[in-house]
């Protein structure tokens, strides 16, 4: 069995709660105050060691540790030469992952803050995929050398690999301003420094209550990416008037905006990242955090005004961003069947063009093809050239060249969309011509 697979195994029933009754036996004597570290520490020691992966054990045992060693530090000049630390370092060089990560605990109980001892530990962790143990090792290591170079490039890179830019930031600017000479330090620097909330309050004024002031004084603060003070204005406009729905509503998207910056933070880093597939993650979980959130903001909107055309469209449309295409194929059916129902219903054309789109992504092709095909005879110019361009795009596969062409050049009349130019350009050399 490999390092990874190990680290990475579902323990058995009983192991778990062997190692859950060790874990609670060393909480009962935290509880009660008893100042008994070395045996605090032997049970949380257990459970690291059997269960590296465990991030509650974990925690348990480094706040132990800071507790123990705070009040008795290490005095002993001869750690070195401890039978711990030596098997863990043997451990390192020989890159015995799985090994160095079972002892780690022993030989934290004497080195503690120990760079030699916390940044081998770290890159034990990478190196199987623990990644939010590795970032836990390294911000234990960070108060206790805020100046190392090494540790704050660790730190830096792990706190940007999940998505914590601001705390990120702060390293580089470290690294930078103790190495004037760090390229790298100083492009991350920049990078960060110009996508990063800077977390400033907003400090509105106590005496404003009108809601529309504070929400447009919010609206401003988000569009120029001052997340923390446009949130405190939206707050504060939800405990004027609670209930108020702009007030939610405006609370919902900011959420979205936030997580769409840190996608395009992400996307800035990914160059100068040394690990750009961890980056790539990131960006996909981010996506997914933001299509999530849009459904449930749509589907609270479609909630509040279930007579709203508008709203249901766009519930219909997040469902489909987000993948469920049988919610979205509902709803898209249920506004195409029953739009006389709707105040300020959608325009038919626009339901059947991202009805369409869905059909597209559900790979039904034939299905979506000749949906296009409808809003293109509609002669809706709005979405007439979407609809010819994703025609011609089908057509290409399912109806020969001479009606993708045809679909391109009505898409290119109608100011074109996208490359329909270029991909009209692309079968002006193919035969079979009109």
Not at 31 to 60: G, K
Not at 128 to 144: K, N, S
Request: aromatic share 8%.
């Amino acid at each position: 069995m490999s390092n990874f697979d190990s680290i990475h195994r579902v323990l058995a029933p009983e192991q778990r709660r062997r190692l859950q009754d060790v874990f609670e036996r060393g909480r009962r004597r935290v509880a009660e105050q008893s100042r008994q570290y070395p045996a605090i520490h032997a049970c949380f020691a257990e459970c690291v060691a059997e269960d590296p992966a465990n991030s509650i054990y974990l925690e348990a045992m480094l706040q132990n540790l800071i507790a123990w060693r705070l009040e008795a530090p290490i005095t002993n000049p001869l750690r070195r030469w401890s039978r711990a630390y030596r098997a863990f370092r043997k451990s390192c060089r020989d890159e015995q992952w799985l090994e160095l990560l079972k002892i780690a605990p022993s030989t934290l109980a004497s080195s503690p803050f120990a760079l030699d001892v916390l940044l081998p530990l770290a890159a034990a962790c990478r190196a199987v995929g623990l990644f939010d143990i590795e970032l836990r090792y390294l911000l234990h290591a960070l108060p206790a050398h805020p100046a190392d170079t090494e540790t704050n490039r660790r730190c830096g890179e792990a706190l940007a690999y999940r998505g914590l830019f601001f705390e990120s930031l702060d390293c580089w600017r470290n690294i930078a301003d103790s190495r004037p000479r760090d390229a790298r330090a100083k492009q991350l620097t920049a990078i960060l420094s110009e996508y990063v909330d800077p977390a400033e309050p907003a400090n509105p004024d106590p005496s404003e209550t009108d809601v529309d002031e504070l929400l447009g004084q919010a609206e401003q603060l988000a569009a120029a990416g001052k997340f923390v003070a446009a949130n405190e204005l939206i707050t504060r406009c939800q405990s004027i008037a609670p209930g108020e729905h702009r007030a939610v509503a405006a609370g919902e998207s900011l959420e979205i905006r936030r997580k769409r910056r840190q996608i395009e933070t992400a996307q800035a880093l990914r160059d100068a990242m040394p690990d750009a597939e961890r980056i790539d993650r990131l960006v996909d979980e981010l996506t997914a955090d933001v299509r999530r959130l849009e459904v449930d903001r749509a589907t609270a909107a479609a909630a509040r005004f279930p007579n709203d055309g508008r709203a249901q469209l766009a519930l219909a449309i997040a469902f489909r961003d987000a993948g469920q295409f049988a919610a979205a194929q509902r709803q898209f059916e249920l506004l195409m069947s029953a739009t006389e129902e709707f105040i300020d219903p959608p325009l038919p054309a626009r339901v059947k063009v991202e009805f369409a789109e869905c059909r597209q992504l559900q790979q039904r092709f034939s299905e979506a093809l000749a949906l296009y095909e409808d809003v293109a005879q509609s002669e809706e110019p709005e979405f007439g050239g979407r609809a010819h361009y994703w025609a011609g795009r089908l057509a290409e596969g399912l109806a020969g060249p001479a009606a993708a062409r045809r679909h391109y050049r009505l898409a290119v009349s109608l100011g074109g969309y996208k490359d329909a130019a270029e991909r009209l350009d692309k079968l002006a050399a193919i035969g079979d011509k009109d």
